[in-house]
């Protein structure tokens, strides 16, 4: 639902149908009839109807199960790798915004200060109890995570006169450096750009689309926050 309708919220003007997280319901986006509540259960619908809306047959888009299988795995996983209690809840928090985030900024290229913020800032009230590492480990690593990707932003732009991220960026990197700490940022970057450089030359071979391109960095920020996270409780 969010990764569906904050956009559509930060975009809609006065003349706009009125959009929240929670009103109006869902809606087919086809043929914009209502979806019941038997029809909009997460996997289980889409399989029940054959991946075919009931109300004009048409055909429902992957997207929509495979985040859900992928928010119930995450959610399986962060079960197993964290303890009960604020360990776990903190973790399902930055898992489910990393998701959607990744889902959001693949989708528009646009990475909401409304949940790269609020991250950022539970990074940091879960840990003033040292939840998953020391304060002033997650207070520099926000910071360091900001700056890191600000300073390729202002190099390349200067260089080149051309825009390489966005601010979404660098607020998302800062997010995980309050929840990981700055010591591991360097594997965040690494993972992330490797893992973005690979699909990025294994599509374009693929579509064949130019090189020139936009690339949304986002999701493989989150791919490399959410998996460098996972692995410290591993450790």
Not at 47 to 55: D, H, K, P, S
Not at 179 to 201: N, Y
């Amino acid at each position: 639902m969010v990764i569906y309708r904050l956009p559509r919220m930060l975009t809609q003007t006065a003349d706009d149908e009125r959009i929240t997280l929670s009103t109006p319901g869902s809606s087919c986006p086809q043929c914009r009839q209502p979806i019941a509540w038997r029809d909009n259960i997460p996997l289980l619908s889409f399989l029940w109807l054959g991946r075919r809306a009931r109300c004009c047959q048409a055909p429902i888009a992957w997207s929509y199960p495979l985040t859900e299988l992928a928010t119930g795995l995450l959610f399986i996983l962060a079960g197993a790798l964290l303890a009960p209690g604020l360990p776990l809840a903190g973790g399902l928090v930055l898992l489910s915004f990393l998701l959607i985030l990744a889902r959001i900024d693949a989708r528009t290229q646009l990475l909401p200060d409304r949940l790269t913020l609020p991250l950022l800032w539970a990074g940091l009230l879960f840990n003033l109890n040292e939840v998953y590492i020391a304060l002033p480990d997650a207070v520099a690593g926000a910071m360091a995570g900001y700056l890191a990707l600000w300073s390729v932003y202002w190099l390349f732009r200067l260089l080149s006169g051309k825009e390489a991220l966005g601010y979404g960026d660098f607020k998302l990197l800062a997010a995980l450096g309050a929840w990981c700490g700055w010591q591991v940022l360097p594997q965040v970057l690494l993972l992330a750009s490797a893992s973005g450089l690979v699909w990025t030359l294994l599509q374009r071979l693929w579509t064949r689309q130019s090189l020139q391109q936009p690339l949304a960095f986002g999701p493989w920020l989150a791919l490399a926050g959410g998996s460098i996270f996972l692995w410290q409780q591993m450790v």
